[in-house]
């Protein structure tokens, strides 16, 4: 560790343990992040091109980059003793995280533009080409620039820009950063209160246009609003270790850098949490909305039903979980119900035929009332 924890010369049973703790804590969250990223990823790929819109592929695009990111943090510390190995990782992570801000920020501007300003789509579809020119170019130019000051080196967790460079830190990535996260608080704070006034507005326009653009204001805000929330929630340790520093920089609180050191590596995880939101209210839906539902001795294994609904909602096209879910029994299912029998089926209906000429009247009346006093039976419904 560059700078050392506190209490370590008190207890160095408790710092071997901390140690190791810091060193395993990355690679679980890297591995939680890159599994999410590529479903991600997976899932946008099978999307019809029509089907696909700025916000998808602003967070597709922080997967790929999530995705990447996950092997410098899987790395660890074992860098250290490599100058080589030590610079790469230092790299990789820099960038990675300088892209998925800028992207963050793009994000941001698009529902400034589009939810709250009310701009039309196709004038976002124009300046989307820059925004990944920008959150692409920018981070990797300045990735390449602490490259070639050297700035990169042991940094505690992972290799980074090293402490005593606390200049570089603050110019190259955390006042971006902080400014970033200010920008993305505002307009948070403005699309809720946009869908707050649009849902209030929404109660007398019960059945009109604006009714519908309030409920998908709300949907937005709400899936965006979580994503803001895991962003600000990656850096917020971050910035916390960083405070400390600056109060006591002899020595770091575990608590902290361990918390650090779970949520900087999960940010694809918490993007793959998000971007999966509106199929796992789907998922919830269809099986609230189910009629038929296979009992318990229809039921062949719980767990391998458990596997296959999740593999279509992770795995499965968009009408997959429609299909599970459908008013019939789900295949594989063995019916444990009896046959339909003819005394359980429905009275077909009898054609009467063209009607009834003026000298059979008579007849039909008399057939009517004979009819009266036989015992009527009951049609069974199937349900």
């Given at each position: 560790?560059?700078?050392?924890?506190?209490?370590?010369?008190?207890?160095?049973?408790?710092?071997?343990?901390?140690?190791?703790?810091?060193?395993?804590?990355?690679?679980?969250?890297?591995?939680?992040?890159?599994?999410?990223?590529?479903?991600?990823?997976?899932?946008?790929?099978?999307?019809?091109?029509?089907?696909?819109?700025?916000?998808?592929?602003?967070?597709?695009?922080?997967?790929?980059?999530?995705?990447?990111?996950?092997?410098?943090?899987?790395?660890?510390?074992?860098?250290?003793?490599?100058?080589?190995?030590?610079?790469?990782?230092?790299?990789?992570?820099?960038?990675?995280v300088g892209i998925v801000a800028c992207y963050s920020a793009c994000l941001?501007?698009?529902?400034?533009?589009?939810?709250?300003?009310?701009?039309?789509?196709?004038?976002?579809?124009?300046?989307?080409?820059?925004?990944?020119?920008?959150?692409?170019?920018?981070?990797?130019?300045?990735?390449?620039?602490?490259?070639?000051?050297?700035?990169?080196?042991?940094?505690?967790?992972?290799?980074?820009?090293?402490?005593?460079?606390?200049?570089?830190?603050?110019?190259?990535?955390?006042?971006?950063?902080?400014?970033?996260?200010?920008?993305?608080?505002?307009?948070?704070?403005?699309?809720?209160?946009?869908?707050?006034?649009?849902?209030?507005?929404?109660?007398?326009?019960?059945?009109?246009?604006?009714?519908?653009?309030?409920?998908?204001?709300?949907?937005?805000?709400?899936?965006?609003?979580?994503?803001?929330?895991?962003?600000?929630?990656?850096?917020?340790?971050?910035?916390?270790v960083r405070i400390q520093n600056a109060v006591n920089p002899a020595c770091?609180?575990?608590?902290?850098?361990?918390?650090?050191?779970?949520?900087?590596?999960?940010?694809?995880?918490?993007?793959?949490?998000?971007?999966?939101?509106?199929?796992?209210?789907?998922?919830?839906?269809?099986?609230?909305?189910?009629?038929?539902?296979?009992?318990?001795?229809?039921?062949?294994?719980?767990?391998?039903?458990?596997?296959?609904?999740?593999?279509?909602?992770?795995?499965?096209?968009?009408?997959?979980?429609?299909?599970?879910?459908?008013?019939?029994?789900?295949?594989?299912?063995?019916?444990?119900?009896?046959?339909?029998?003819?005394?359980?089926?429905?009275?077909?209906?009898?054609?009467?035929?063209?009607?009834?000429?003026?000298?059979?009247?008579?007849?039909?009346?008399?057939?009517?009332?004979?009819?009266?006093?036989?015992?009527?039976?009951?049609?069974?419904?199937?349900?």
């Amino acid at each position: 560790m560059s700078i050392p924890l506190c209490g370590a010369a008190v207890n160095s049973t408790a710092f071997a343990s901390e140690s190791a703790a810091l060193d395993v804590t990355p690679k679980v969250s890297a591995s939680l992040s890159f599994v999410g990223s590529c479903v991600v990823v997976f899932r946008f790929a099978r999307l019809p091109r029509t089907a696909r819109n700025t916000f998808q592929r602003i967070m597709t695009a922080m997967c790929v980059t999530n995705a990447v990111s996950c092997a410098g943090y899987a790395v660890g510390t074992a860098s250290f003793g490599n100058p080589g190995l030590c610079a790469w990782q230092g790299f990789d992570v820099h960038v990675a995280v300088g892209i998925v801000a800028c992207y963050s920020a793009c994000l941001a501007s698009t529902l400034l533009l589009q939810a709250i300003l009310e701009r039309p789509a196709s004038r976002v579809r124009r300046i989307e080409p820059a925004y990944h020119v920008v959150s692409i170019c920018v981070p990797i130019s300045v990735g390449f620039l602490c490259l070639g000051l050297s700035l990169y080196g042991p940094a505690g967790l992972w290799c980074w820009i090293e402490s005593e460079y606390v200049w570089a830190r603050l110019a190259f990535l955390y006042v971006p950063l902080w400014t970033i996260m200010l920008y993305v608080g505002v307009v948070l704070v403005a699309l809720l209160w946009k869908a707050d006034a649009s849902h209030r507005r929404m109660r007398t326009h019960v059945f009109s246009g604006r009714s519908r653009r309030a409920r998908g204001l709300r949907e937005i805000g709400l899936q965006t609003s979580l994503y803001f929330l895991s962003f600000e929630l990656t850096w917020i340790f971050g910035t916390a270790v960083r405070i400390q520093n600056a109060v006591n920089p002899a020595c770091q609180v575990f608590a902290l850098l361990w918390l650090q050191s779970f949520f900087v590596p999960l940010q694809g995880f918490l993007v793959f949490l998000v971007y999966m939101l509106p199929r796992m209210r789907k998922c919830v839906r269809l099986r609230n909305l189910r009629t038929v539902r296979p009992t318990a001795r229809e039921q062949p294994n719980g767990v391998l039903a458990s596997l296959r609904v999740t593999a279509l909602f992770l795995f499965g096209r968009e009408d997959s979980l429609e299909k599970h879910y459908s008013n019939v029994t789900p295949p594989g299912f063995a019916s444990s119900r009896p046959p339909l029998t003819a005394s359980s089926r429905r009275p077909e209906k009898v054609d009467p035929g063209p009607p009834a000429a003026a000298g059979d009247a008579a007849a039909a009346s008399e057939a009517r009332e004979g009819s009266e006093g036989a015992p009527k039976t009951h049609e069974v419904a199937l349900m």
